[in-house]
């Protein structure tokens, strides 16, 4: 259903580098230097590396941070039916590779609709905060002090994502995954979340069925994409351990009591 790249129909990478984006260029600068030289001498420290792929990826991620907000219109629209529809996405979850420096590396987003980015969870979140002070503002309880704690909240729940997809990773003897690879990868749960408050906004029992699924759908995108990590970029999946089922499993039902936390958005 959905164009990927590579060896999948549709979505043809350009030729040519894709234009500079406005939100990479804040990671350059006077101290950037200095940022991508700390990062990369202790990232692997604090994320863990057992292969000199992972090695490579890692040290790529961060010496170059644009990686994460190289999209296009393209990319961002299959994504985004890929989140909302898991259940659908014909092809497959793994991502594409490409020899750079005589070593294997990951194609960035705009030419891999499996790769994680950044710009998708930023900008659904600042949409979570705005929907959430309009929200605020019918009800006619809008005050900053409400606003500031709703975007704790988000924020919170952000945090508790990524501790949750890290911690299944080390649970399984995996925990060599990019930290930005998880926040890209939590962050996504706010594009469902965005939705629903919204389509509360216009009528508000849907709320009451456009949540569970909205949970579901996250779930079943996060059960896809956590098994690839293990298997494809892991390498340590075991296809008949119960105890990774089991974690997947718990992964995939957090969803549901997160989801309904950072939806309590316009009952105050």
Same mark, same amino acid.
């Given at each position: ?122 900008? *659904? ?73 919204? *389509? ?53 039902? *957090? ?14």
């Amino acid at each position: 259903m959905y164009n990927n790249l590579g060896n999948q129909t549709g979505m043809q990478g350009p030729t040519t580098n894709p234009p500079p984006n406005p939100f990479g260029n804040a990671f350059y600068g006077a101290g950037s230097g200095l940022i991508r030289g700390g990062l990369g001498a202790y990232g692997e420290k604090f994320l863990g590396s057992s292969s000199e792929f992972m090695q490579s990826n890692i040290s790529r991620y961060f010496s170059n941070p644009q990686y994460y907000f190289q999209v296009n219109d393209q990319y961002v629209r299959n994504k985004l039916k890929v989140i909302l529809f898991p259940f659908l996405h014909r092809g497959h979850w793994t991502r594409i590779t490409e020899p750079v420096g005589g070593r294997l590396s990951y194609k960035p987003p705009i030419y891999d609709i499996n790769a994680p980015d950044l710009y998708i969870p930023f900008m *659904a979140f600042g949409t979570y905060v705005v929907i959430a002070g309009f929200s605020f503002g019918l009800l006619g309880k809008f005050t900053p002090e409400v606003l500031s704690l709703q975007l704790t909240r988000g924020l919170a729940g952000w945090f508790m994502q990524v501790l949750l997809l890290k911690g299944l990773l080390y649970s399984l003897g995996s925990g060599e995954a990019p930290l930005l690879d998880m926040v890209s990868y939590g962050g996504y749960a706010f594009t469902g979340l965005s939705l629903t408050m919204l *389509a509360r906004l216009c009528w508000s029992y849907s709320y009451y069925f456009l949540m569970p699924w909205m949970s579901l759908c996250m779930g079943v995108f996060l059960v896809k994409t956590m098994k690839r990590v293990l298997f494809t970029e892991m390498r340590s999946y075991e296809k008949h351990s119960s105890r990774q089922h089991y974690l997947l499993l718990f992964m995939a039902i *957090a969803q549901f009591p997160l989801f309904f936390w950072l939806g309590k958005v316009a009952a105050g």
